[in-house]
C-alpha cells in the first residue's frame, strides 16, 4: 500500500508518497510525470514518521541548509539503470552543478562500457521520482542549458538560485519541453 500527504513551498505544493516506511516519490504540483512511478493509487495519510522526517527535511532545505538525503530513507521506484543514475545525482553537492554528459560518462565506464548516450541519462534524470530530495534540477546541459526539469524551468532556476549556485554561464532555452 502506498500513502500520500502535501506539503506546501515556496516552489508550490509537493505531494509526498511513501510505502510506509520510506519515501518513494516527491513531485511539485503540475510536475510532469506527477506519480506515475507509483504502481497502486495512494491514500492520504498524514503524520507517517516518514513523513514527519521529509516534511523537516523540507524545511531545512528551503530555510537555506543543505540536508543530505542519506538523512531520509529513500526508495524510488525505478529499473537498475534508473537506479544508477539517481544514485550519482545523490553525489551532486548542494549548490552544484553537473551535465548530463558527465553523467553519461561516469555511467559508461562504471558499466565497462566505450560510451554512453546522454539522452539516455536524460530520460533517468527526467523521470526521477523523488525531486529536490535527488536534486534533478542540479543537471544541466554541456552548453550550460538549464533544460530537462521536469518541475518546469522556473522551478529549477529558483532552486539553483536558492542554493547560490552561479547563474552567470547558465541560460534558459528558448524552447523546450522544460519550459
Known sequence: MFYSTTYDS??????????????????????????????????????????????????????GKAPL???????????PFRQKVWKILCEIPYGGTITYG????????????????AQ??????????????IPCHRVVGASGSLTGYAGGIRTKVWLLTHEGVNMENLTVPKKGTAL
Request: glycine residues 14%; negative net charge; contains cysteine.
Open 102 to 117: 558527465s553523467i553519461a560518462k561516469r555511467m559508461a565506464a562504471e558499466s565497462g562500457k566505450a560510451s554512453m548516450s
Open 69 to 79: 538525503q542519506c538523512e531520509l530513507p529513500l526508495a524510488p521506484i525505478g529499473g
Open 120 to 133: 539516455a541519462v536524460g530520460g533517468a534524470v527526467g523521470r526521477n521520482p523523488i525531486s529536490i530530495i
Open 10 to 63: 515556496p516552489v508550490g505544493r509537493i505531494t509526498l508518497a511513501a510505502d510506509g516506511a520510506a519515501l518513494n516519490g516527491l513531485w511539485i504540483e503540475g510536475q510532469k510525470y506527477f506519480g506515475d512511478t507509483i504502481p497502486e493509487e495512494m491514500t492520504e495519510r498524514g503524520g507517517l514518521p516518514v513523513f514527519d522526517a521529509a516534511k523537516a527535511w523540507l524545511d531545512r532545505y528551503f530555510a
